[in-house]
């Protein structure tokens, strides 16, 4: 997985004048972005108004998130038999029944799931036949009886032969997500070249890799 935040702009305040202290009441002259507080910036105590005083942060910031171990489970599985594990959530919904009006709940999983089935060749080696699924929510569609949740769906199914003790790396199930926002003062942060002065960009763009990695290993009966 590889998360990227940037954030470039200025941030205005007024705050009390014991703010410097350490006391006071702090205020944002426009709303919060969602992207992560800035590690680096530079401010400025520009003057006051009505006792308060009116502060400047200049903001810059890139941050990097490369991996995110979503689980490390564990599965025993015998010769030639299918042996499954799933984690995640069951996400309800409701369900209308026809022309009654009548409605049900009913629930659809948004799971990361894998299915294996191994087979144990000589020499220590393990071919194994895999299935890897990654559901997630989608959008809430709009139906004539009411709201349905999507579920997006990625799947891997492959058969791959390893030594005993051997990691084995899938990958290949791709996301993308794009979220922008925008603090400005009001009226000054449309000003045309001057009204940079008075915005705060921030812009995410993640990425997504599912990555599994599996390491067989023969276990004795005994």
Request: aromatic share 4%.
């Amino acid at each position: 997985m590889k998360k990227v935040c940037v954030e470039l702009g200025v941030k205005w305040t007024l705050a009390d004048a014991q703010h410097a202290g350490g006391v006071g009441q702090v205020t944002t002259l426009g709303s919060d972005l969602s992207v992560a507080t800035a590690t680096t910036h530079v401010g400025f105590n520009i003057g006051r108004i009505n006792g308060r005083l009116l502060d400047l942060e200049l903001s810059a910031l890139e941050q990097k998130q490369q991996l995110d171990i979503i689980a490390s489970p564990r599965l025993l599985a015998s010769h030639l038999q299918p042996a499954s594990i799933k984690q995640g959530s069951e996400i309800p919904y409701q369900v209308s029944s026809g022309e009654s009006g009548a409605t049900s709940v009913e629930f659809k999983e948004a799971v990361l799931g894998m299915e294996v089935t191994p087979t144990v060749l000589q020499k220590g080696r393990i071919r194994l036949k895999l299935h890897i699924s990654q559901n997630v929510p989608g959008q809430v569609l709009q139906q004539a009886d009411g709201e349905v949740l999507a579920i997006d769906k990625q799947e891997i199914e492959t058969q791959v032969e390893v030594k005993s003790g051997e990691t084995l790396a899938l990958g290949g199930i791709f996301t993308r997500k794009n979220k922008s926002g925008q603090d400005s003062v009001p009226l000054l942060g449309d000003i045309p070249w001057f009204g940079q002065l008075f915005r705060h960009d921030g812009k995410e763009d993640e990425r997504r890799e599912l990555v599994v990695f599996i390491t067989p290993r023969l276990v004795s009966s005994e």
